[in-house]
């Protein structure tokens, strides 16, 4: 019997996912999203999520466009 792989894809992370991700404190991220330097989207009072395309397009513009 083959072992099978399931991978999923993300298409909106956590503000934490998106802290670890960039490798910076979650503080820093709720700071960026109030600053409107990284666009988020408040799913309920207690949940905000953050596009992997934004985190995306973040990353290119502070790597000045470069990929």
Do not use: C, W
Request: charged share 35%; glycine share 4%; proline share 1%.
């Amino acid at each position: 019997m083959q072992a099978i792989e399931i991978k999923e894809t993300k298409h909106f992370l956590s503000v934490p996912e998106t802290a670890r991700l960039l490798g910076v404190s979650t503080h820093t991220i709720y700071k960026l999203i109030d600053k409107d330097e990284l666009n988020a989207v408040k799913i309920s009072d207690r949940r905000i999520s953050v596009s992997a395309d934004e985190i995306m397009n973040y990353i290119e513009r502070k790597s000045g466009g470069k990929k």
